[in-house]
């Protein structure tokens, strides 16, 4: 089966820089998104990991370890704007039609 | 503009009265999915469609129906809704996902209210 892992909630203040976790486990990996989610609104894509490694966009990074099952999403610069729910979703190959698993989310909560 | 167009936005309706929630894409796009969104549950698949004509159960289709007979529309079908379909619904679109890193588009949302 599939599992995906991430904190439920963290805060940070503005200005800072905030790492937001997420491990999984999928019987066929083929790529890793994360996503950003205001409240009642749709979700927003950030980035796209599919190889080990860092992928850097502006203030937002995304890491990867296939082999560890794990990948993080850095932000920097903290703003209040930046205040949302951050969705880790995996593509799994060998679940038939499904595009993405999604995890619970993490919600952020930027502080002045 | 890209995007992908759900409604309505908002709909309070009473239990076992049926509606429909439409769902369209201007992308081409093959694969279209329904997600609903709980607290503390995250988003699950409702139903998905790999393209015109064939569409299959995802992780959650008790009581919901859907169809495909145009690519850019996917519409869900409530028959006859219960209070414990109450939720936030979102549909979204992909040109396929066997292509590495193609993301999902979403809808606006449809937060629905069985009473």
């Known amino acids: 089966g599939q599992n995906i892992d991430q904190p439920t909630e963290m805060t940070a203040t503005e200005g800072a820089i905030v790492q937001i976790n997420c491990t999984y486990q999928t019987s066929g990996f083929n790529g890793l998104f994360w996503y950003q989610q205001h409240a009642g609104e749709a979700p927003t894509f950030l980035s796209y990991n599919v190889l080990d490694g860092l992928e850097e966009k502006g203030r937002f990074s995304s890491f990867l370890s296939r082999s560890k099952g794990y990948s993080y999403l850095l932000l920097k610069e903290l703003q209040m704007k930046d205040s949302a729910s951050y969705l880790c979703a995996v593509r799994d190959e060998n679940q038939a039609g499904t595009a993405l698993i999604f995890g619970k989310g993490t919600t952020l909560s930027v502080s002045s | 503009e890209a995007q992908v167009t759900q409604n309505p936005r908002y709909l309070i309706t009473v239990t076992g009265k049926k509606l429909t929630v439409t769902c369209s894409q201007n992308?081409?796009?093959?694969?279209m999915s329904w997600y609903r969104q709980d607290p503390g549950l995250g988003l699950r698949q409702i139903y998905y469609s790999m393209n015109v004509e064939v569409t299959d159960k995802g992780d959650v289709p008790e009581g919901y129906k859907v169809s495909r007979k145009e690519k850019r529309n996917f519409p869900l079908i409530l028959e006859s809704p219960s209070p414990n379909q109450t939720s936030l619904y979102f549909c979204?679109?992909?040109?396929?996902?066997?292509?590495?890193?193609?993301?999902?588009?979403f809808g606006q949302g449809t937060r629905l209210t069985v009473v």
């Open positions: 979204a679109s992909t040109t396929s996902p066997d292509r590495a890193g193609t993301e999902a588009f």
């Open positions: 992308m081409n796009h093959e694969y």
